[in-house]
Nanobody, 115 residues
Framework: QVHLVESGGGLVQPGGSLRLSCATSGFTFRVYAMSWYRQSPGKERELVAAITTTGRTNYADSVKGRFTISRDNAKNTVYLQMNSLKPEDTAVYYC?????????WGQGTQVTVSS
């Protein structure tokens, strides 16, 4: 079965850093585009960062210059390095995999940025 399991979330002070990991299994990771989304209460789910099968990346304007998405095909894992965190980054962060018409979601990990 397909599994996407996020980890690395937690409570961090403004200006701090976290690295999220998404460990996957049950599908051919290398052919999937991977991405991170986030959702806060009362807000729409938004795309934070994406990375293609060849390593091309794109980011939401709100996180550009602060977040970095990467992938390790040997480990079937995608990462989100989050630096200079702001309170408005507080959300549940979800890992997403996409290939053609197939797509999968992780269960999410909570990130809270607060002093």
């Amino acid at each position: 079965q397909v599994h996407l399991v996020e980890s690395g979330g937690g409570l961090v002070q403004p200006g701090g850093s976290l690295r999220l990991s998404c460990a996957t299994s049950g599908f051919t990771f290398r052919v999937y585009a991977m991405s991170w989304y986030r959702q806060s209460p009362g807000k729409e789910r938004e795309l934070v960062a994406a990375i293609t099968t060849t390593g091309r990346t794109n980011y939401a304007d709100s996180v550009k210059g602060r977040f970095t998405i990467s992938r390790d095909n040997a480990k079937n894992t995608v990462y989100l390095q989050m630096n200079s965190l702001k309170p408005e980054d507080t959300a549940v962060y979800y890992c997403h995999a996409s290939w053609s018409q197939l797509n999968y979601w992780g269960q999410g990990t909570q990130v809270t940025v607060s002093s």
